[in-house]
């Protein structure tokens, strides 16, 4: 409910805070006293659209703040909270209007798209009256009204889950569909690449490979030549051994005369021709390991071609041609088997859908049964709202061709406010004081079932007797057993049955002090500027005001006496 409502710089209300209570709250006053003003503070902090006339003249800016106590399982919590604001204690919707027409929304004391403020707002509070703007008369809330009315909210939840499974597996049979077509437009094509690929059967990363093995096989060309260049000096036709060999044969031939010298010949000798043959040795053996089949480099530079120009013709580097040829088998294996796995997306989209209509078909006959329960309620409620002569109707348009989330109907609330006259839209056939009183009507058949914790009426009495208005009266104490409700009225008999009593009056201030002349002060009263002002009526002044409402201007002792016998009554 709406605990408290701050008002700062907002037309004639220069400061104001409220608090309210459960039950029945009236606000009474005289004309132009700035009833409507408190209620165009409030939708503003609602969400209502923002007007920089709004802002109190001589003022920057103004502000509402409006603070409720909601429970935790409320709508408004959950909207809060996915859009990222806190959601625990009191729910704090404050709105800044500006004078030059723009404005800022806070929830929580954290900025807010007005858009969001105004979401929550509509779950917190409706204002209802004697204008289609405020009233809560759009067709595409009647449904909801009617599900509330009838408590079938849960099953209204299930068909929306219901239709979103539909709707995903209608999208997946849609697009097995779309690539099974595709597959058997490009069927040849695909059957002669995937059979290339499969011939080729690319591997990843196989280009680098190769193109490495190729690179040192053409340096190993070069080196083999040196080598074998090297091996013809030290073992060819002027290899150096056999020379060496003869020195060391004449030498030995002299060891026996020529003392320690020779014997160091003769070991260096020996030394050289071990140290020949072992390089002749490692030469031989670099050849051997740098030989290779010449054949191999051939197949090499085949492999090479046939990769790249099979990625030149598919339009994918080398790499990916493997990855390719995957996609291929698997679009194949769609068209193969395509036909068994759509026929299966297909039977389970039909399953869903044959589903969500005996749902949506089931639905609709209790929305049916619900409608005509709801229209007796309210046309009992109709005769002591003086509007005995009116009818009122729940025209359901149901059509299986339209599905969606909400299942096959279309409600909207007509009524007949005359004999001999066809029902239209409530919206457009009732006076707005009548429209009103249709609202009431409406929320007392549904209590606090599909209805905000918080209503507001906004001088619903307009233009009713005495009668009426007590009928009046008597309903909204009846509908503040459940929710919240304030009403704006002039009828003395709604007030005598609120349980809290705000008196606004309007009346003059005074602006401030002026200076006269140059440079000599002169005490001077301003000229003189209204504001609106709002009290909460103890029991005799609450009396005082509804002898005031029964009497006028001159509040008699036979007003107070009856006064005294309505808030009796």
Do not use: C
Not at 196 to 219: I, K, N
Not at 375 to 403: G, N, Y
């Amino acid at each position: 409910m709406l605990l408290s409502l701050s008002i700062r710089d907002i037309v004639l209300i220069d400061r104001l805070d409220l608090e309210f209570s459960e039950g029945l709250s009236v606000l009474t006053g005289e004309t132009g006293a700035g009833k409507s003003i408190l209620l165009d503070a409030l939708a503003l902090a609602l969400g209502a659209r923002g007007d920089g006339a709004l802002v109190r003249h001589g003022a920057v800016q103004g502000q509402v703040i409006a603070m409720f106590d909601v429970p935790a399982a409320h709508p408004a919590r959950a909207l809060a909270a996915a859009a990222g604001f806190a959601a625990e204690g009191e729910l704090i919707l404050r709105r800044i209007q500006l004078a030059d027409g723009r404005s800022r929304a806070y929830v929580n004391d954290q900025p807010a798209g007005v858009q969001v403020l105004r979401a929550i707002g509509a779950t917190l509070v409706e204002i209802h009256g004697q204008h289609a703007d405020r009233a809560m008369i759009d067709p595409a809330a009647h449904r909801a009204l009617v599900d509330g009315f009838a408590g079938l909210e849960d099953e209204v939840a299930d068909l929306a889950r219901l239709h979103a499974g539909w709707r995903e597996a209608a999208r997946q049979a849609a697009e097995a569909a779309a690539r099974l077509e595709a597959s058997r437009r490009e069927a040849d094509y695909l059957r002669h690449a995937a059979a290339e690929l499969d011939a080729l059967a690319p591997e990843p990363g196989e280009e680098e490979a190769l193109a490495t093995r190729r690179q040192a096989m053409m340096q190993a060309e070069k080196t083999i030549v040196d080598l074998r260049d090297a091996a013809d000096l030290i073992s060819g036709e002027r290899a150096p051994g056999p020379v060496i060999l003869a020195a060391l044969r004449r030498i030995e031939r002299r060891r026996d005369g020529g003392g320690e010298a020779l014997a160091g010949a003769v070991s260096a000798l020996e030394t050289a021709l071990a140290a020949l043959d072992e390089a002749q040795d490692g030469l031989e053996r670099a050849l051997r390991d740098s030989e290779f089949e010449p054949r191999e480099l051939e197949r090499i530079e085949e492999r090479l071609f046939a990769l790249r120009a099979a990625a030149r013709k598919y339009h994918v580097p080398v790499d990916e041609l493997a990855a390719l040829a995957v996609r291929h088998a698997a679009d194949l294996d769609m068209l193969d088997h395509g036909e068994a796995q759509l026929a299966a997306l297909e039977a389970r989209a039909r399953e869903a859908e044959a589903l969500l209509r005996a749902r949506a078909e089931a639905l609709s006959a209790k929305r049916h049964h619900a409608a005509a329960a709801l229209d007796a309620a309210i046309a009992a409620e109709l005769p002591p709202l003086k509007l005995e002569r009116a009818r009122f109707s729940t025209e359901i348009d149901s059509d299986p061709a339209r599905l969606d989330a909400s299942g096959i109907d279309r409600v909207e609330f007509h009524v007949a406010t005359n004999p001999g006259t066809r029902p239209g839209p409530m919206m457009k056939v009732a006076s707005g004081g009548e429209l009103a009183r249709f609202m009431l009507a409406l929320k007392v058949a549904l209590a606090d079932r599909g209805s905000a914790p918080t209503l507001v009426f906004d001088e619903i009495d307009t233009g009713v007797g005495g009668a009426v208005a007590d009928a009046i009266g008597a309903r909204l104490a009846r509908l503040a057993g459940n929710v919240q409700v304030l009403a704006v009225t002039h009828a003395p008999q709604v007030a005598a049955r609120a349980a809290h009593h705000f008196h606004i009056a309007k009346g003059e201030v005074t602006a401030g002090e002026v200076t006269a002349g140059e440079g000599t002060p002169e005490e001077e009263r301003a000229p003189m500027r209204f504001a609106t002002r709002v009290i909460r009526l103890a029991p005799e002044a609450r009396r005082e005001e509804i002898a005031r409402m029964l009497s006028g201007a001159a509040i008699t002792d036979e007003a107070r006496a009856a006064a005294r016998r309505l808030l009796e009554a």
